[in-house]
């Protein structure tokens, strides 16, 4: 069982920024990889999301600017580096990964993926 493990979230003042990595141990991460978030009373969505060993990204309109996601050579981790923060940026933000051989269908939703973190929690004040 793969169990991806969120790390780097905490408080910021809006206009902030903050670095979130997700890891893998043990498990090169393959097909796409990304990251979700869900604020409270409201649907998870999709934020940020990589194609593994590409240089291919996508982002949801809301962070598209903001947000970069990347990983690393080893392909275990992937970050998400997020600035100029806003408070409508608050939520438990989650790594997504996929089952080897899966095929990625939609890099942002999560019918796309198999494995979940736990989620770290962001919250950004006005």
């Known amino acids: 069982q793969v169990q991806p493990v969120e790390s780097g979230g905490g408080s910021v003042q809006a206009g902030g920024s903050l670095r979130l990595s997700c890891t893998t141990s043990g498990y090169t991460l393959s097909n796409c990889v990304a990251w979700f978030r869900q604020a409270p009373g409201k649907a998870r969505e999709g934020v940020a999301g990589i194609y593994s060993g590409t240089p291919h990204t996508y982002y949801a309109d809301s962070v598209n600017g903001r947000f970069t996601i990347s990983q690393n050579n080893a392909k275990n981790t992937v970050y998400l580096q997020m600035n100029n923060l806003k408070p409508e940026d608050t939520a438990t933000y989650y790594c997504?990964?996929?089952?080897?051989?899966?095929?990625?269908?939609?890099?942002?939703?999560?019918?796309?993926?198999?494995?979940w973190g736990q989620g770290t929690q962001v919250t950004v004040s006005s």
């Open positions: 997504a990964a996929q089952s080897p051989g899966a095929r990625c269908a939609t890099i942002l939703s999560d019918l796309t993926y198999d494995y």
